[in-house]
């Protein structure tokens, strides 16, 4: 266990097994709403925090990763952490999502337009007001593990080309942000490939005997994660989404 201290805020599908891959190399802080998610944190001998105040041990932290759901009281938080972040934290990185971008059938990459309206936006942009040298991550769809392409049953869907990352890519970036102190930066974390969602599904709806829905077809961005490789030097262990739970 490393001198360094990284606090995690929001340790759920993506931040626990986050916390526990830093593990090895710093020492983990992980802060949770519920007494569930606390008590999870505890038996994976995180250690842990529930709801921490101001004067909680939790944000005395080298790095601070804001790893939440904009779905929750989003950019309350967002301002609720500011006021309790202290002098020690000198590097912030805000996992956002890569639906900030505008539908559009084109390539989109950190420089292109983005959609004012959406949540994650208003909470992106009231994070770099408050911290001018934080970090963005834009998570494309966030799969892997038991979230599988195809698992829903939903009888209709648009079809498009995918932006999905695999949990362990996902991790992978974020490590590596972390690692090479990166800051003031804004980067995608998507899968290279992008296949057509309907060719997943498939795929995945042989491999797991699942009906295949019908398709329509539907307009997406196509959200390009080169700055990733460029920047972080970060080569991705699952490159196709039609190989993130078969090999076939």
Known sequence: MGSI???IF???WLGRPLAKGLQS???VYGAVRSLASFSQLQKEKITAFQMPNQDSEFWNVDTLVIAISPRHNYLE???EISKNVNARTQQLILLST?????DQKTLVNETSEVDASTIALQGERLF???FLKGIIIRLGG???EDRIAGQWGTPVVKDSLVNYIHQVDAIGIILEVIKQGINDEIVNAVAPEHPKRSEVYKINCEHFGWKLPMFIEGVERTVCSAKSELLLGFEYQFKDPKHFWSDS
Not at 98 to 102: I, L
């Open 77 to 79: 938080t967002i301002k």
């Open 128 to 130: 770099k007001n408050h």
């Open 142 to 144: 966030l799969m892997g």
């Open 10 to 12: 929001g340790c759920g």
């Open 5 to 7: 201290r990284v606090g």
């Open 25 to 27: 190399h710093y020492s």
């Open 98 to 102: 890569t639906s900030v971008y505008k």
